[in-house]
């Protein structure tokens, strides 16, 4: 346990003139020649030292992937020089640091992470962005005083008051009833689905399908609702599989009023379906693990320009700190940004308050005092607003999706294609969606980036 005393009494002997307001010296009585005397005596003054002065506040991060060091490592290098800049303004001896390692896709592993942190004394941890892992590690962090704050982890099965686990990011009761707006709204009458088989592809799915079906009565094509193992990376069966039942639902519903909506899985997917000309004729949906996939868009661009994944993503406040840090982060690993790596930034910084505030670095102490400390904080990602679960609250997402570089032949971009509003529960599309009567079979929405207001290319909006 930290030590927790709240002022160093510093005692100094003051010859001379006084330091500060303590004055060293006193009239003594004058000698035989009329002269003063000056004596010396020890003046205790209080200098304020913050407890932690000299102390190294450590981070322990985990990741879903070992892919994800390539983007999480720069923006986790920003956010430790940023928070020791703001330190050493502020007077103190104090530094962030932060370890990062990969759970390998496997919830096994990723638990066995989170005990060799405990057992090295690094209780604090950040940046967990797979669902399954933290539902795996959950009961081991509780038992055991340990803190996650996660970035990205969005299962709507860990929604829990009075937890170890906090989440910078709205969880997927928010977003999968979004989602399914989006589907609906867009023309699809029938949609095939995969999903990861774990806590967060079955909540966001199970969520999706309940609004989709209930609210606004779409189909979900039964014999192609594809729940895939974790961490497998040949998806030819599910592909084999949607593509039959999506040939087999076109003459009923009308091309483009049946399409797939997908959890997770954008690399695979989009490298995988270039051998299926009929489901890259029709729309592909997804979610925020879906959108802004940068390994997508470099080593999957054709299939990602042709089925496009209209995305459905946490929406930061394009805040001048926001762009600052952007601007930053992509010149130091040339990876477009997402939600998560900023919401990542704001994690330490956020974690770094709470140990100033308590003067300790335990996470039982940080924990009681998280959700306020988060709630006053304005950070790259906007206003980081708890609510009473540790959740941040849906405000808006935007429909980000892959069209083809306007400059560059071949080369995939990310588009934000629209807006969701919490006000109004409403969609507003960046370009014109629409192309005729959506009744005649084969005539439903379908976005053409040719025509319409132009897509909002990353880069060319405020």
Same mark, same amino acid.
């Given at each position: 346990?930290?030590?927790?005393?709240?002022?160093?009494m510093?005692?100094?002997?003051?010859?001379?003139?006084?330091?500060?307001?303590?004055?060293?010296?006193?009239?003594?009585?004058?000698?035989?020649?009329?002269?003063?005397?000056? #004596?010396?005596?020890?003046?205790?003054?209080?200098?304020? =030292?913050?407890?932690? *002065?000299?102390?190294?506040?450590?981070?322990?991060?985990?990741?879903?992937? *070992?892919?994800?060091? @390539?983007?999480?490592?720069?923006?986790?290098?920003?956010?430790?020089? %940023?928070?020791?800049?703001?330190?050493?303004?502020?007077?103190?001896?104090?530094?962030?640091?932060?370890?990062?390692?990969?759970?390998?896709?496997?919830?096994?592993?990723?638990? @066995?992470?989170?005990?060799?942190?405990?057992?090295?004394?690094v209780?604090?941890?950040?940046?967990?962005?797979?669902?399954?892992?933290?539902?795996?590690?959950?009961?081991?962090?509780?038992?055991?005083? $340990?803190?996650?704050f996660?970035?990205?982890?969005?299962?709507?099965?860990?929604?829990?008051? %009075?937890?170890?686990?906090?989440?910078l990011?709205?969880?997927?009761?928010?977003?999968?009833?979004?989602?399914?707006?989006?589907?609906? @709204?867009?023309?699809? *009458?029938?949609? #095939?689905?995969?999903?990861?088989?774990?806590?967060?592809?079955?909540?966001?799915?199970?969520?999706?399908?309940?609004?989709?079906?209930?609210?606004?009565?779409?189909?979900?094509?039964?014999?192609?609702?594809c729940?895939?193992?974790?961490?497998?990376?040949?998806?030819?069966?599910?592909?084999?599989? $949607?593509?039959?039942?999506?040939?087999? /639902?076109?003459?009923?519903?009308?091309?483009?009023?049946?399409?797939v909506?997908? =959890?997770?899985?954008?690399?695979?997917?989009?490298?995988?379906?270039?051998?299926y000309p009929?489901?890259? @004729?029709?729309?592909?949906?997804?979610?925020?693990?879906?959108?802004? /996939? !940068?390994?997508?868009y470099?080593?999957?661009?054709?299939?990602?320009?042709?089925?496009?994944?209209?995305?459905?993503?946490?929406?930061?406040?394009?805040?001048?700190?926001?762009?600052? =840090?952007?601007?930053?982060?992509?010149?130091?690993?040339?990876?477009?940004?997402?939600?998560?790596?900023?919401?990542?930034?704001?994690?330490?910084?956020?974690?770094?308050?709470?140990?100033?505030?308590t003067?300790?670095?335990?996470?039982?102490?940080?924990?009681?005092?998280?959700?306020?400390?988060?709630?006053?904080?304005?950070g790259?990602?906007?206003w980081?607003?708890?609510?009473?679960?540790?959740?941040?609250?849906? $405000?808006?997402?935007?429909i980000?999706? !892959?069209?083809?570089?306007?400059? =560059?032949?071949?080369?995939?971009?990310?588009?934000?294609?629209?807006?969701?509003?919490?006000?109004?529960?409403?969609?507003?599309?960046?370009?014109?969606?629409?192309?005729? *009567? #959506?009744?005649?079979?084969?005539?439903?929405?379908?976005?053409n980036?040719t025509?319409?207001?132009?897509?909002?290319?990353?880069?060319?909006?405020?």
């Open positions: 346990m930290t030590q927790k005393s709240t002022i160093l510093v005692v100094l002997l003051v010859v001379g003139l006084g330091i500060g307001g303590g004055i060293g010296y006193f009239a003594a009585p004058k000698g035989a020649e009329g002269e003063q005397i000056i #004596v010396e005596v020890p003046v205790e003054v209080p200098i304020e =030292v913050h407890p932690l *002065d000299g102390e190294t506040f450590m981070l322990g991060g985990l990741i879903s992937s *070992d892919p994800h060091f @390539e983007a999480c490592i720069p923006m986790c290098d920003l956010m430790v020089a %940023d928070t020791n800049e703001y330190l050493a303004k502020l007077g103190y001896d104090i530094q962030l640091d932060y370890m990062l390692d990969s759970g390998q896709g496997s919830i096994a592993i990723a638990l @066995e992470k989170a005990q060799s942190y405990h057992a090295m004394g209780d604090n941890l950040f940046a967990m962005s797979w669902s399954g892992a933290t539902s795996g590690m959950l009961s081991y962090l509780n038992d055991n005083d $340990m803190l996650m996660s970035c990205y982890t969005t299962s709507p099965l860990l929604s829990i008051p %009075d937890d170890n686990l906090f989440r990011v709205p969880n997927d009761f928010q977003q999968g009833p979004v989602d399914a707006k989006m589907v609906w @709204e867009y023309g699809i *009458d029938a949609v #095939v689905c995969m999903w990861s088989a774990d806590a967060y592809g079955d909540g966001l799915y199970n969520v999706f399908a309940k609004s989709y079906v209930d609210d606004w009565g779409g189909v979900l094509l039964e014999k192609a609702q729940r895939r193992p974790v961490g497998e990376t040949d998806y030819s069966t599910y592909l084999d599989v $949607m593509n039959t039942e999506i040939e087999k /639902a076109i003459p009923i519903y009308g091309k483009n009023h049946v399409g909506f997908m =959890v997770s899985g954008t690399l695979y997917s989009m490298s995988q379906v270039t051998a009929t489901l890259m @004729e029709i729309p592909w949906f997804g979610t925020d693990a879906t959108g802004r /996939a !940068y390994q997508a470099t080593d999957a661009p054709t299939g990602a320009i042709e089925c496009r994944v209209f995305s459905t993503m946490p929406t930061p406040a394009y805040s001048s700190k926001m762009w600052d =840090v952007v601007a930053r982060y992509e010149k130091a690993c040339g990876i477009a940004w997402q939600f998560r790596w900023l919401s990542t930034y704001d994690t330490g910084q956020i974690l770094m308050k709470c140990a100033l505030d003067a300790s670095m335990d996470a039982i102490d940080i924990v009681p005092i998280l959700i306020d400390v988060s709630s006053s904080h304005f790259a990602v906007g980081c607003l708890l609510d009473e679960t540790g959740d941040m609250p849906a $405000m808006v997402y935007d980000w999706g !892959y069209a083809q570089n306007p400059e =560059v032949a071949e080369e995939c971009y990310n588009v934000r294609y629209g807006t969701w509003s919490a006000v109004g529960d409403a969609i507003t599309w960046d370009i014109d969606i629409g192309n005729g *009567d #959506v009744s005649i079979p084969g005539n439903a929405p379908k976005v980036t025509r319409g207001d132009p897509p909002v290319y990353e880069g060319n909006f405020p």
